[in-house]
């Protein structure tokens, strides 16, 4: 292995040095060193070390790029490793420069970027640098929130918040304002909710960005959702639909009309399972037409169509006029009334496969809702095809999970769920011998032990039988009697299934589910 070129003095790209997070580098010894023709170079204090070639190789390809090393000496890596300016650093010299600039101009923030071209201006590097940083570490959503004495910014990362900078509270107004500029918000508006996107590109990627600004107390706050294309749009496996539950979901696509009804908590991931059914329905040979309150990935080859209800463009109304676009397919992006829910059945009745989403706690409780929501019981035969209920659960690292012997309590929960499954969806183990498994935290996962999310599913399927319960007695124990009859995987024992599989963790499962929902 040769030796690197690179010296202590020599100065490393930024955009080079954000390849390899500061707490890979500090784990395993190494260092990015440059960037060519889609080759990065790393300097490796052990070039033994195979762990560390495995983790250059992994992050490298992460970001489509091929790995060359070279050997470095520990004096060499430890005055590198200085280099790593990380999202502080970078903030707080952009902070810096900002306060300069008010000093000697001696005006407002949201008056510094005039006359300034964009790339000396300080707000605008502060606020590019979050974004980048919001990307890069695989964010869902980044939100920049006044409070008294502060301005904080956080991420969601793998659905849980958490602090990555604190901004002194007065360079708030900057900060919105520059948003708002990137999503062709009104700036003086301040008092009222304003939406927007625009587009960032990171590297050779380029990312949709939706805003949202909101006033509050202390000034306004903006949460940008971060769309990546490249990840957002995944298949129905991807997303953890297996088994039975692919098989129901690909009989309900099939037929020529009825509804798909996707149901769950906000943020489980709803809208992320319509777009992966539309990637298997979208073919030339069909129109499919979708009303969406925002649009979040555009897919091509779908008419996709902002509802806009401060302008009358409801759900309601847009069903209205789609049907008139003569479409085969129909996405409604949330049935919110009894009106959406009325126009919809209509639609799935004559010839049109509708899928939409709403809310209640579980996949038997979609009928009751409908018939709550004004739509006739006699109809929903004709109508309905699936029910789905999901939940978002953390996956483990893939990296750093083993295998543990479960706690008699927990072997327990995890074998009454068993017996209770369907014949077909039970899991081949040992009664006396199974494993689950847990991770302990690595440099890849950034010590949390999980990486990433999956969905867990219960899917109903609309039977002969079925319908003989929604007509004469649509209560909840009898259709939960039709289910258990037809083979209905709960979503607590879809679970369990993905815990003995070592894709997600017995406790992460538990935060999401509860117990009693294998019943």
């Known amino acids: 292995m040769p030796n690197s070129p690179i010296n202590q003095e020599s100065k490393i790209p930024p955009d080079v040095l954000v390849l390899i997070p500061e707490d890979s580098a500090r784990h395993y010894k190494m260092i990015p060193l440059a960037l060519s023709d889609n080759v990065l170079d790393v300097g490796l204090v052990n070039p033994d070390d195979v762990k560390a070639q495995e983790a250059i190789n992994f992050l490298a390809s992460r970001n489509n790029l091929a790995a060359r090393v070279f050997k470095i000496s520990e004096e060499t890596w430890s005055k590198l490793m200085e280099q790593y300016a990380g999202l502080r650093e970078e903030v707080s010299e952009a902070l ?45 959503d980044i939100h920049i929130e006044p409070t008294l004495r502060k301005l904080r910014v956080r991420f969601r990362l793998d659905g849980a918040l958490q602090t990555v900078v604190v901004l002194p509270v007065e360079i708030t107004p900057a900060i919105i304002s520059r948003i708002k500029i990137l999503s062709n918000l009104q700036i003086d508006e301040t008092r009222r909710p304003q939406d927007g996107r625009f587009t960032a590109k990171v590297g050779e990627k380029e990312v949709d960005l939706r805003i949202s600004v909101l006033p509050t107390a202390r000034g306004e706050k903006a949460a940008l959702r971060i769309l990546d294309p490249t990840i957002g749009l995944k298949t129905l496996p991807e997303l953890g639909i297996v088994g039975r539950n692919l098989e129901v979901i690909e009989r309900g696509i099939k037929k020529p009309f009825g509804m798909i009804l996707m149901t769950g908590p906000t943020g489980s991931g709803k809208s992320t399972t319509i777009y992966g059914i539309l990637q298997i329905l979208n073919t030339d040979a069909v129109n499919i037409v979708s009303l969406e309150d925002p649009v979040e990935y555009y897919v091509d080859g779908v008419n996709q169509s902002q509802i806009r209800p401060e302008l009358g463009y409801t759900f309601a109304s847009g069903l209205r006029q789609i ?85 008699e309590s927990v072997k327990k929960i995890i074998m009454d769920a068993i017996e209770t499954m369907p014949e077909q969806s039970r899991p081949k183990i040992k009664k ?34 079925l319908s003989d319960i929604i007509i004469t007695e649509p209560s909840e124990s009898k259709i939960l009697g039709e289910s258990k009859r037809q083979g209905m995987v709960t979503m607590f024992q879809d679970g369990i299934n993905k815990v003995l599989e070592g894709i997600i963790g017995f406790e992460e499962l538990l935060q999401v589910v509860s117990v009693n929902a294998k019943e």
């Open 323 to 407: 049907l008139r676009q003569d479409p085969n397919i129909i996405v409604v992006g949330e049935m919110r009334d009894s009106e959406t829910a009325g126009l919809a059945v209509q639609s799935a009745l004559t010839g049109h496969l509708v899928l939409s989403t709403l809310h209640t706690n579980n996949a038997i409780g979609v009928i009751p809702r409908l018939i709550d929501m004004g739509v006739e019981p006699f109809l929903l035969p004709s109508a309905l095809n699936v029910a789905l209920a999901q939940r978002l659960v953390k996956r483990l690292c893939p990296d750093c999970k083993t295998e543990a012997d479960p706690p």
């Open 432 to 465: 006396e011998s199974f494993k689950i498994f847990k991770a302990q935290g690595c440099p890849k996962c950034g010590n949390k032990g999980t990486k990433g999310r999956i969905a867990v599913f219960e899917i109903l399927e609309i039977t002969p039988q």
């Open 96 to 140: 810096e420069g900002l306060r300069k600039e008010l000093a000697q101009e001696k005006v407002g923030p949201p008056e510094v970027l005039k006359g300034k071209r964009e790339q000396e201006a300080p707000i605008i590097r502060m606020v590019e640098t979050i974004l980048k940083h919001g990307i890069e570490s695989r964010a869902s």
